[in-house]
């Protein structure tokens, strides 16, 4: 996106140097990175950073209204509702893509958001190694708001661990030794203290939880929770876990309910340049005769599942459940990232973080996905290069 540091990077880069990279980010855990990271971060200049942050205030200024708890009220299936709703989410992501205007301008686009957590220990290690990669300038960072990996890391302890002992805190995830994003998990062991403990190992007596911890019967206090519920009622073979619908003595970081309070359900009550146009499909009056020009997408499914980018009347025509659909304008991706074949198209996800006492999340740091498929996501860039993670540095 900054002509001369990708020109810069472009021809500084070699195949030995990114091989040399990689090592160092396999080396964080071995044989624990288990999804593609892109040849190159992205450079990102200031005015295109305000335009996402003017973007997500707007937004926050819907989630701190009184009236977005009633607002996203049927958002929550009922069948995976928990109790003890917490009053906000503590982690909050907004997805933006790079995108071209009429006016061939960039800009960028919300295509997500999420009240869930994503890769927030890995990318304190990982944009760290991608700085020093990428021969970083110094009036670039890949943090927001003054953060540093220090000051980062501790807002990060403060929030999901505070004043309990460790060991009383968990990160809860199914099959977690399974899952692609593992790495992250073992970072943030690392960084934290905290164990990783799968849902199945997870035992109840009344209304408390416990785990074994090396050994010994050990009360869990608060949940760092990584379990989609979605995801999680598609597994076979579980067996009799745990039923976390249930009214359980624990505190959820963060509490469950807001992955579908801050999602997908939220795009339609937005309104801002940035923020295509989107509408529950049940609430439709009119479909639009440009059907082309929008995007089909389930409320409730992960990683990109479910969505129909060429939509057709025949589309709309098989959807059964019209309340749990959204036709979203479809934005255009811009070819941005020159690479030695093709150019990329680029996402950046902000990290935004949000301590019991304050009354805003703010913005932290971030991570970026290059593509160069029909859309961002592994499935789609298969046997390509110069695609995959990575981290977007700001123009300080």
């Known amino acids: 996106m900054i002509k001369e540091l990708r020109q810069r990077f472009n021809k500084d880069f070699s195949k030995e140097k990114y091989e040399a990279y990689m090592a160092k980010l396999e080396n964080l855990h071995p044989g624990a990175l288990d999804f593609r990271n892109a040849e190159t971060p992205v450079f990102v200049p200031k005015e ?31 069948n995976v509702k928990v109790p003890n709703e917490s009053g906000h989410a503590q982690f909050v992501v907004f997805d933006f893509g790079i995108c071209e205007n009429e006016k061939g301008e960039l800009e960028p686009q919300l295509i997500e958001m999420q009240g869930f957590p994503t890769l927030y220990a890995f990318q304190a290690f990982h944009s760290e190694l991608t700085a020093e990669y990428a021969n970083l300038p110094s009036n670039f960072s890949s943090y927001l708001n003054g953060y540093t990996k220090e000051t980062y890391l501790q807002l990060l302890k403060e929030i999901i661990v505070g004043d309990l002992p460790p060991e009383n805190v968990i990160l809860l995830e199914i099959f977690p030794e399974q899952q692609k994003t593992r790495i992250d998990f073992y970072c943030t062991e690392q960084l934290l203290g905290i164990s990783t403990v799968c849902l199945t190992r997870l035992t109840a007596e009344g209304n408390k939880l416990y785990y074994d911890h090396n050994g010994v019967k050990t009360q869990v206090k608060r949940i760092y929770n990584r379990l989609i519920f979605d995801d999680l009622q598609k597994q076979e073979g579980l067996g009799n ?3 976390l619908t249930k009214d359980y003595d624990v505190e959820w970081v963060p509490h469950p309910n807001w992955f579908y309070r801050i999602s997908k359900f939220t795009l339609p009550f937005i309104h801002n340049p940035y923020v295509p146009k989107t509408y529950f499909l049940n609430e439709l009056k009119q479909i639009p ?30 959807v059964q459940d019209p309340g749990n659909w959204i036709l979203q304008r479809k934005v255009k991706y811009a070819d941005v990232i020159e690479t030695p074949d093709i150019p990329a198209k680029a996402e950046i996800r902000l990290f935004y973080f949000w301590k019991n006492d ?25 046997n390509k290069e110069w695609v995959g993670g990575n981290v977007a540095f700001f123009e300080m």
């Open 241 to 243: 876990v745990v039923d």
């Open 48 to 78: 295109f950073t305000e335009k996402m942050l003017g973007a997500c205030e707007d937004i926050i200024d819907v989630i701190v209204d009184p009236k977005f708890i009633s607002l996203t009220e049927r958002g929550i299936p009922a």
């Open 289 to 318: 005769g440009d059907l082309e020009n929008y995007v089909l997408k389930p409320l409730f499914s992960f990683a990109g599942m479910g969505v129909v980018i060429d939509v057709t009347q025949a589309d709309i025509d098989a």
């Open 358 to 382: 304050w009354e805003r999340p703010v913005a932290v740091h971030n991570l970026a996905r290059l593509s160069k498929g029909k859309m961002i996501g592994t499935r789609y860039n298969k």
